[in-house]
């Protein structure tokens, strides 16, 4: 399990990027078994680069990013942060993540000084099962790769970007139970916990949530299709993702990700998803588009997963 054999701190110093001057950073990439840069590694940080050239009373209350070119995941990333303007409530950022000179993500963030003012919510729409009544999905993986159904637990966990439990415990509450895709409602979800020493500095739990926000939510738009990564050959990728943060966050208390995809049309499928807490305040929300071409089905597996 190489590409998972990675600890807690190894994460944050990866998503912790280098100052190299004033509004210049530079990180270096973790495979998690992908043939490119996970999009929520670069997502995150490029916030985290922005982050760091605003008042620290300053925190971010959105980003808007683009996806303009797959990242090669054995080379640094140079980040280029932009800073437009500061006002007196509010900062902004404009960050360009590039390799080889090239632009190949960039995103606008906003922050906010910490205000009062009208607060409501809508509740998690739907029944949901507690951590605590869930096993973790590298468990389930284990025994999916024990299963007889031809693929391995190495090649599930990086499909679905399954880590050690000792660096973010995720359960998921919505698993499949057959490699032959059928038709869903648009909705899952999982919960998530970061484990290892987080400590309380905010930038690095917006930074870890900004992170996990690209987990699962472009295959969100598949579940009302008999399609899925495991069983056809698709053309997949993040094309756009903007983040809300509504809250305080802290990422080493247990988070259920709720995900729901209103369309998908012109082989693009429209994603929201909505981050909350044990005790169901709605702390961050997110949305994103992605590009998803079927171009084939692969050979059939075998049926059913067991256990």
């Given at each position: 399990?190489?590409?998972?054999?990675?600890?807690?701190?190894?994460?944050?110093?990866?998503l912790h990027?280098?100052?190299?001057?004033?509004?210049?950073?530079?990180?270096n990439?973790?495979?998690?078994?992908?043939?490119r840069?996970?999009?929520?590694?670069v997502?995150?940080?490029?916030?985290?680069?922005?982050?760091?050239t605003?008042?620290?009373?300053?925190?971010?209350?959105?980003?808007?990013?683009?996806?303009?070119r797959?990242?090669?995941?054995?080379?640094?990333?140079?980040?280029?942060?932009?800073?437009?303007?500061d006002?007196r409530?509010?900062?902004t950022r404009?960050v360009?993540?590039?390799?080889?000179?090239?632009?190949i993500?960039?995103?606008?963030?906003?922050?906010q000084?910490?205000?009062?003012?009208?607060?409501?919510?809508?509740?998690?729409?739907?029944?949901?099962?507690?951590?605590?009544?869930?096993e973790?999905?590298?468990?389930?993986?284990?025994?999916?790769?024990?299963?007889g159904s031809?693929?391995?637990e190495?090649?599930?966990?990086?499909?679905?970007?399954?880590?050690n439990?000792?660096?973010?415990?995720m359960?998921?509450?919505?698993?499949?139970?057959?490699?032959?895709?059928k038709?869903e409602?648009?909705?899952?979800?999982?919960?998530?916990?970061?484990n290892?020493?987080?400590?309380?500095d905010?930038?690095?739990?917006?930074?870890l949530?900004?992170f996990?926000?690209?987990?699962?939510?472009?295959?969100?738009?598949?579940r009302?299709?008999?399609?899925?990564?495991?069983s056809?050959k698709?053309i997949?990728?993040s094309?756009?993702?903007s983040?809300?943060?509504?809250?305080?966050?802290?990422?080493?208390?247990w988070?259920?990700?709720?995900?729901?995809s209103?369309?998908?049309a012109?082989?693009?499928d429209?994603?929201r998803?909505?981050?909350?807490?044990?005790?169901g305040?709605?702390?961050a929300?997110?949305?994103q588009?992605?590009?998803?071409?079927?171009?084939?089905?692969k050979?059939?597996?075998?049926?059913?997963?067991k256990?």
């Amino acid at each position: 399990m190489k590409d998972f054999a990675f600890t807690s701190a190894d994460l944050i110093d990866c998503l912790h990027v280098e100052q190299l001057d004033t509004c210049l950073f530079w990180g270096n990439s973790l495979t998690f078994g992908l043939p490119r840069v996970f999009g929520g590694q670069v997502a995150a940080q490029a916030l985290n680069a922005a982050y760091r050239t605003v008042d620290p009373s300053r925190k971010p209350h959105s980003l808007h990013s683009y996806f303009l070119r797959p990242g090669d995941n054995q080379r640094p990333i140079i980040f280029d942060v932009d800073p437009i303007r500061d006002g007196r409530s509010f900062s902004t950022r404009r960050v360009v993540a590039k390799q080889d000179g090239k632009a190949i993500f960039n995103c606008s963030i906003s922050f906010q000084i910490t205000e009062d003012g009208l607060s409501h919510q809508m509740d998690l729409p739907i029944d949901v099962v507690g951590p605590d009544e869930l096993e973790p999905d590298v468990e389930w993986a284990k025994s999916l790769g024990q299963s007889g159904s031809g693929l391995t637990e190495e090649k599930y966990r990086a499909m679905m970007l399954l880590f050690n439990t000792d660096v973010v415990d995720m359960r998921s509450t919505h698993r499949m139970t057959s490699l032959e895709p059928k038709v869903e409602e648009p909705h899952h979800g999982f919960w998530f916990k970061f484990n290892g020493d987080i400590g309380d500095d905010s930038v690095t739990h917006r930074t870890l949530l900004t992170f996990i926000s690209d987990k699962a939510l472009m295959s969100t738009g598949l579940r009302p299709h008999p399609v899925s990564f495991i069983s056809h050959k698709i053309i997949g990728a993040s094309l756009d993702h903007s983040m809300w943060f509504h809250e305080d966050i802290r990422v080493d208390d247990w988070i259920y990700y709720f995900m729901d995809s209103p369309r998908s049309a012109r082989a693009r499928d429209y994603n929201r998803g909505s981050f909350y807490t044990r005790k169901g305040k709605l702390i961050a929300s997110t949305a994103q588009e992605g590009l998803i071409r079927v171009v084939g089905k692969k050979e059939s597996n075998n049926g059913p997963i067991k256990g």
